[in-house]
């Protein structure tokens, strides 16, 4: 699973606890794109979750 290049977010694991309390793995998956971003070098193909693209953290090409 990818990872952001921002903020380090990514997949995190847990228990899926059913009404009868039985317990079975769970995954919860951020939600990671794949987008062309500016850089001082030009632009640069990375990983950036939605939020931080929603809040202005990382600038697209």
Known sequence: MAK????EKSAHF???VSHSH???NKMWK???KSVRVKT???SK???VCTS???SGN???A
């Open 4 to 7: 952001c290049a921002i903020c």
């Open 14 to 16: 847990g228990n899926n």
């Open 22 to 24: 039985r317990r079975s």
């Open 30 to 32: 951020s939600n990671v």
């Open 40 to 42: 001082e070098g030009g």
């Open 45 to 47: 193909k990375m990983y």
């Open 52 to 54: 931080c693209l929603r």
């Open 58 to 60: 990382v600038e697209r």
